[in-house]
Nanobody, 121 residues
């Protein structure tokens, strides 16, 4: 199994930037994909971005394309979400999720506890 812990959330003004981190532990010797999801109050959880084990494949929701970048450092067992040009509608709890896959799934088995991102106008 995988354990994932998010960090880096906080309060930022619209147009600003924030970098979220996801520390992964557990059975990390098998290939695993990592995704970021977010959930705003009263809204469904939505897929934000995902990255394959090698980092060679990434996917982004249309709402964040060109603004967010996912990356990973497998030696450090870390995954990052660089968020630029933040908008108030990006306000949500952001979750890091992982699953064993050679691709980038939309559904993930293992989840972190989330980190709050608040973007003020």
């Amino acid at each position: 199994q995988l354990q994932l812990v998010e960090s880096g959330g906080g309060l930022v003004q619209a147009g600003g930037s924030l970098r979220l981190s996801c520390a992964v532990s557990g059975r990390t010797f098998s290939n695993y994909a990592v995704g970021w999801f977010r959930q705003a109050p009263g809204k469904e959880r939505e897929f934000v971005t995902g990255i394959s084990w090698s980092g060679g494949a990434t996917y982004y929701a249309d709402s964040v394309k060109g603004r967010f970048t996912i990356s990973r450092d497998n030696a450090k067992k870390m995954v990052y979400l660089q968020m630029n040009s933040l908008k108030p509608e990006d306000t949500a709890i952001y979750y890091c999720a992982g699953d064993y896959s050679d691709h980038v799934p939309y559904g993930y088995k293992y989840w972190g506890q989330g980190t709050q991102v608040t973007v003020t106008s």
